[in-house]
């Protein structure tokens, strides 16, 4: 198993949150867009907020509970979002998560680091099986999981309480064996996400 901490795609680099990121943490998450669509994040959501979260981070990584990164863009080092895995070492099966800030959507940043995120899971940390969930009126949050691979396998009625108001989730998975032909077939010989460690 390998737990690196530093994952790089073709645009973005995926690191550790320090506690210097905070302010831009709560700038970006106090978007109530980002918010209605993420049942964690509360709104207004707070520098308290940002610090609590980030200080929570090096306990989970530690304990193997669940890897959250920071992800940035290559040329500028401009924190763009978040991405994680959330683990269940019993199953070998892990939740993805991910939320970008306003400022840097329609990049195709969430679809580049999820599929980051797939490899470290499925490559780094021998998972069997990854799944993400969302909110059924999150139509973008569908168009990247199904552009990762991930397949549609079914909705959860009510599932949800956002704001009092309860809402269908929609879950989506993809396991190993489905997984890796495909990462050798759009990879090649190329180099993985954790660079030359590997």
Known sequence: MY???TLTTPRLSLRRFSPEDAPIVQMLADDISIAAGVLEIPHPYTLEDA????????S?????EQYIFAITEKGTADLAGAASLRLNGVHAH???GYWI???FRGRGYATEAAE????FGFLGLGLHRIYARHLAWNTASSRVLSRIGMRHEGTMREHACKWGSFQDVYLF?????DFLPRYFERRGNRNSCYGEER
């Open 3 to 5: 737990r690196s901490e």
């Open 51 to 58: 610090r609590q979260w980030i200080g929570e981070h090096n």
């Open 60 to 64: 989970l990584w530690r304990r193997g």
């Open 94 to 96: 892990a939740e993805l």
């Open 101 to 103: 800030g306003r400022p």
């Open 116 to 119: 980051a995120l797939l490899e």
């Open 173 to 177: 998975g993809i396991n190993s064996p």
